[in-house]
């Protein structure tokens, strides 16, 4: 089942304090913060990224793979109820993470 548009729209206003950004991927979607996929919703469900920062901000949340053959990630259903910390977890995974390689320019097509 893929991830409806809706759902993007619902998690994109309520954690509308973030400059969130999302991208549609094989019917479901990525959740970009400064240009890094700090989360994955699949099935309707939202999937963070299980930096330590993350794992700090929402200790105990349940796990999942987002997809067959995934890495297991921080799977966010309570938490929803409070956006803040959910925010909070956001912004630690982007901090977490590396910059974004520079993309290659692309080739002229002779």
């Known amino acids: 089942m893929a991830t409806?548009?809706?759902?993007?729209?619902?998690?994109?206003?309520?954690l509308s304090d973030l400059p969130l950004s999302s991208r549609k991927m094989f019917g479901e979607y990525a959740l970009y913060l400064e240009d890094k996929v700090v989360a994955l919703v699949c099935d309707d469900q939202l999937f963070l990224k299980p930096t330590a920062g993350a794992l700090a901000a929402l200790p105990g949340c349940a796990t999942g793979h987002p997809y067959p053959g995934a890495k297991q990630h921080l799977l966010v259903?309570?938490?929803?109820?409070?956006?803040?910390?959910?925010?909070?977890?956001?912004?630690?995974?982007?901090?977490?993470?590396?910059?974004?390689?520079?993309?290659?320019?692309k080739r002229p097509v002779s």
């Open 4 to 14: 409806r548009a809706e759902t993007i729209d619902h998690l994109l206003d309520l």
């Open 77 to 105: 259903t309570d938490a929803l109820d409070d956006p803040d910390r959910v925010s909070r977890a956001l912004r630690a995974i982007a901090a977490d993470l590396p910059p974004p390689k520079p993309k290659r320019p």
